[in-house]
């Protein structure tokens, strides 16, 4: 009589176990394997080919002539499946890949919540400890803990607020004022994804966003409301190198712009059946937009450009955008890598795929670098002059 299980039992046990546990605690096993389809535990105890897998891998951990390392030989495994499909956007993302694209669309980082210019706060995120103590965009600040930093660089003054992290004082200049702020400290707070401001000599809006990852939808709705109180009368949207992020975080501002009940972008699956995903607020903006894009406009940021190119009539400048008309998720590995994969198409309101194509501006504009007498460059923007002469009537 042979003593214990070979893999193979242990395998069948552990999908028999697997099935017992998914009954008895509902759905949160399944959908923990299976978030978005039909493909359960039970249909894999019956699937010949992960079967006939697990049976070679069986016999070559039990008879091949060396020991096999098996989690490198899982993989491997891995990774030919990810090659079969040789597809563009899948593929595995190694450790430091996986970090990386996590911090960016997750966006976070330990603050009071001032961007500055040198010694100039040019911004201050809404419900920051900056923001809640009263610091306003303008100020000059002058000392830090009483140091002054009236002269100092921007790396000098995050410097000196890194070094303290708590009860820092901030003094500043409003106007002819001299204001004194007192016990702020860091917290976790969003990175900054959207500038604004109204472009000089007229009242027109501009808002950049450079990439559409966490909360970026409730960073755009607090600059409308500031542009609104600036009585901005047109908006450009400047979406140029934006290579996209999270969709719901597109959908989420798109619907800032949109009527209630129109369609934001469809999804299509790979049995061809088409979602339409509709606004569902009644938030509306009423006036002109202009969308900057380029080349590197991509995959989110199109969502945004189609959904209110075709819904609202926003005109859009620059040259093509990038093409991605693709809709990517994750899984992530025991190892902590990322396998990325994709899952369907997206299309544009009036139905449209514009993966590999990109979606062509009304105005095609191209910049210009010149150099000055001194050999500098220096970019002439011309994509942003047409912007603005649109929204002039000119």
């Not at 099935?19 to 039970?42: E, L, M, R």
């Not at 105890?45 to 070679?56: M, T």
């Not at 955008?321 to 369907?344: A, C, F, M, N, R």
Request: aromatic content about 8%; glycine content about 8%.
């Amino acid at each position: 009589m042979k003593k214990g299980y070979d893999l193979i039992e242990v395998v069948i046990i552990v999908i028999v176990v697997s099935i017992i546990s998914a009954v008895s605690t509902g759905v949160i096993i399944t959908k923990g394997f299976n978030n978005d389809g039909n493909y359960t535990y039970a249909d894999i105890a019956k699937d010949k080919n992960l079967q006939e897998f697990i049976n070679v891998y069986s016999k070559l951990n039990l008879s091949y002539y060396q020991d096999i390392n098996k989690e490198e030989v899982i993989k491997s495994a891995i990774n030919g499946m990810i090659t079969y499909l040789d597809e563009t956007y899948t593929g595995i993302l190694d450790l430091d890949k996986s970090n990386s694209l996590l911090e960016d669309l997750n966006a976070t980082y330990d603050g009071i919540g001032i961007t500055i210019n040198n010694n100039l706060i040019v911004n201050v995120i809404k419900n920051s400890p900056a923001f809640d103590a009263g610091i306003k965009e303008n100020d000059l600040i002058i000392s830090i803990n009483d140091t002054d930093v009236s002269t100092s660089t921007g790396e000098e003054i995050s410097n000196l607020l890194k070094e303290s992290e708590q009860n820092i004082k901030i003094s500043v200049i409003r106007g002819e004022e001299i204001i004194n702020f007192e016990n702020l400290n860091f917290s976790k707070l969003d990175i900054p994804r959207v500038e604004y401001n109204i472009i000089e000599g007229s009242n027109i809006g501009y808002m950049h966003i450079s990439l559409f990852s966490k909360s970026v939808s409730d960073q755009v709705e607090y600059a409308l409301g500031e542009l609104y109180k600036k009585n901005a009368s047109g908006l450009i949207i400047d979406l140029r190198n934006n290579t996209g992020g999270y969709l719901e975080e597109a959908y989420n501002v798109s619907e800032l712009f949109l009527e209630k009940g129109q369609i934001v972008y469809s999804l299509e699956d790979k049995d061809n059946n088409i979602t339409n995903y509709k606004d569902k607020t009644s938030d509306k903006y009423d006036n002109q937009v202009v969308i900057l894009i380029n080349g590197q406009t991509a995959s989110a940021a199109e969502i945004l450009t189609a959904a209110l190119k075709e819904n609202s009539n926003a005109i859009t400048v620059g040259t093509t955008s990038y093409g991605k008309g693709k809709v990517q998720h994750t899984y992530t590995l025991s190892s902590g890598e990322l396998v990325k994969y994709t899952s369907s198409y997206w299309l544009t309101p009036k139905g449209k795929c514009i993966d590999g194509k990109g979606i062509v501006p009304d105005f095609i504009v191209e910049n210009e670098t010149k150099t000055d007498n001194e050999g500098n460059n220096y970019l002439i923007d011309n994509q942003l002059e047409k912007s603005i002469n649109i929204l002039k009537g000119e």
